[in-house]
């Protein structure tokens, strides 16, 4: 079966540039996370969705930073004017619920120059 | 504060032989905690999970381990193969605060050599 899919797979942009990164959850999954991880680190939580609501986005670095997921399924993680420090993996993760496992999507690398 | 963070960055083992990697936390109020793997330009893996009110928890050819007295997580790998080669993270989701965010650690390299 499909799992979590992300698009691109790998990004440069230069910056200042706006960039749109899409991730398509397991079909059915009603939560949907999005984390950043740099090199040579953990995953660092961004934002979270219920269905279409964003219960939490506390992790967004700056307001440069912009989630949606407008009908409950697939989630943008839009960046504008980026820096060099948005450089990174943005991972995307689904669940059944707040309290299952978290499935992970390939990420999408970043590179801002 | 709150953190979840690994003992050692780096593990190289003989394929065969027994893995153990380390992760301690700081928040003795945390009640879940996960085992992932990542390989190269992956994202990260569920491996096996275990919730404070055990101390043990068994998979297949891995064991997590928790010490909540010292606030200390392991991994077990026995019989480490090739394919184990990856990072390892642990992982922390607390009941009760941000819906199901995920607090991880650093990471342990851990390679296997045949």
């Known amino acids: 079966g499909a799992g979590v899919s992300q698009s691109p797979r790998y990004k440069v942009a230069k910056r200042g540039q706006d960039v749109a990164l899409r991730c398509d959850p397991i079909?059915?999954?009603?939560?949907l996370f999005w984390y950043q991880q740099a090199l040579g680190q953990g995953p660092e939580f961004l934002t979270y969705f219920q269905n279409e609501a964003q219960l939490d986005k506390s992790g967004l670095p700056s307001d440069r930073f912009f989630a949606e997921r407008p009908e409950g399924s697939v989630s943008t993680l839009k960046i504008q004017r980026t820096q060099q420090e948005d450089s990174a993996v943005y991972l995307c993760a689904s669940s059944q619920a707040i309290t299952n496992e978290q499935f992970f999507g390939p990420g999408t690398r970043l590179t801002v120059l | 504060g709150e953190s979840v963070g690994l003992h050692l960055p780096t593990l190289s083992v003989q394929e065969g032989d027994n893995s153990i990697i380390n992760c301690a936390y700081s928040?003795?109020?945390?009640?879940?905690f996960i085992w992932y793997k990542q390989e190269s330009g992956k994202g990260p893996q569920f491996i096996i999970d275990i919730r404070s009110n055990m101390d043990k928890r068994q998979g297949q050819r891995v064991t997590v381990l928790l010490n909540k007295t010292v606030k200390h997580l392991s991994l077990q790998i026995a019989a480490t193969q090739p394919g184990d080669s990856a990072v390892y993270f642990c992982a922390e989701n607390k009941y009760g605060s941000t819906l199901g965010r995920l607090y991880f650690g650093r990471g342990t390299q851990l390679t296997v050599w045949p």
């Open positions: 928040n003795s109020a945390s009640d879940y």
């Open positions: 079909s059915g999954h009603v939560s």
